[in-house]
């Protein structure tokens, strides 16, 4: 039997090379509302929610003023950031409403709700919230039985309004 990871280990933050720092902080910082924690000039920016060292890291050491990898070439596929709650992600979803930003894709997996977009440089992003543990799906033997059904966005948006 294969020895399995410690189940206390966890992806700490992705770092992404982009083409132009400033567009990509107006995406993260001005419509996601990440805060800047460190800044290398125009070369590289380090981003956070809350006082953690940072989530993002932004750079341009070998992309400044790239395009994003052509269709069909192997990559990031996306990186995901969860949110803490479903109302947290309704408020990213109204943020790139309000931004004008057009969503790839929403699901529900049965385990999240999740929101699929690009970034300014192509970046493939999921915005998701995981649904209480004991409300996940499961089949016969007591797997998780993840699925992919459409979210429904006005639903959605329809969380905490009054």
Same mark, same amino acid.
């Given at each position: 039997?294969? &020895?399995?990871?410690?189940? +206390?280990?966890?992806?700490?933050? /992705? &770092? @992404? ?5 400033? +567009? ?7 419509? $996601?509302?990440?805060? /800047? ?10 981003? *956070?929610? %809350?006082?953690?060292? &940072?989530?993002?890291? $932004? ?5 400044? %003023?790239? !395009? ?21 992600? /309704?408020? *990213?979803?109204?943020?790139?409403? !309000?931004?004008?930003?057009? @969503? ?5 997996? %049965?385990?999240?709700?999740? =929101?699929? =977009? ?6 493939? @992003? ?6 209480? +543990? ?6 016969? !033997? ?8 459409? $979210? ?11």
């Amino acid at each position: 039997m294969q &020895h399995e990871i410690d189940p +206390r280990v966890s992806i700490g933050h /992705v &770092h @992404l090379k982009v083409s132009e720092i400033e +567009r990509s902080l107006a995406f993260y910082c001005g419509v $996601l509302g990440f805060k /800047v924690v460190e800044r290398w000039g125009a070369d590289a920016a380090f981003i *956070a929610a %809350g006082d953690y060292h &940072h989530h993002i890291g $932004l750079n341009t050491w070998e992309s400044r %003023g790239g !395009k994003p990898p052509a269709a069909g070439t192997t990559g990031l596929y996306h990186a995901a950031i969860l949110y803490p709650t479903r109302a947290a992600l /309704v408020d *990213a979803f109204r943020r790139l409403i !309000k931004a004008g930003i057009v @969503l790839e894709g929403a699901a529900d997996h %049965g385990v999240s709700e999740a =929101l699929y =977009l690009s970034d300014p440089d192509g970046n493939g @992003l999921e915005l998701y919230w995981d649904k209480p +543990r004991e409300s996940w799906p499961r089949n016969s !033997k007591g797997e998780i039985a993840m699925y992919s059904h459409t $979210l429904d966005l006005e639903e959605l948006l329809g969380e905490g309004a009054s």
